[in-house]
């Protein structure tokens, strides 16, 4: 294995990452800035409000591009397997 093709499957193992957690990650900044706009509105300033609301969220996200999120996955893993049997 050299350079070219350690940095390449470092590219796709970023690229795994980021489409893998980024739909939970959106949503949960996009509630939080909903409730954060809500508190500052009516100045309810209560800190463990913003958690609950996320966690449903992230959870829904999750349910919803579950299929997404594991095809990415498997994409990846044969892409590691088919360098590891061609051997780098």
């Known amino acids: 294995m050299n ?3 350690a940095l390449d499957l470092l590219r796709a193992s970023i690229w795994t990452v980021l489409v893998a957690t980024g ?16 508190q500052a509105l009516t100045q309810i300033q209560e800190s463990t409000l ?6 449903v969220v992230v959870l829904v996200m999750l349910a919803f591009t579950g299929s ?3 095809a990415q996955i498997h994409s990846f893993t044969e892409q590691v397997y088919g360098r590891v049997e061609r051997g780098y």
């Open 68 to 70: 997404l999120i594991g």
């Open 3 to 5: 350079e070219a093709d």
């Open 50 to 55: 913003t958690f609950v609301p996320k966690i």
């Open 23 to 38: 739909p939970a990650v959106a949503a949960a900044m996009v509630v939080g800035v909903v409730i954060a706009l809500f």
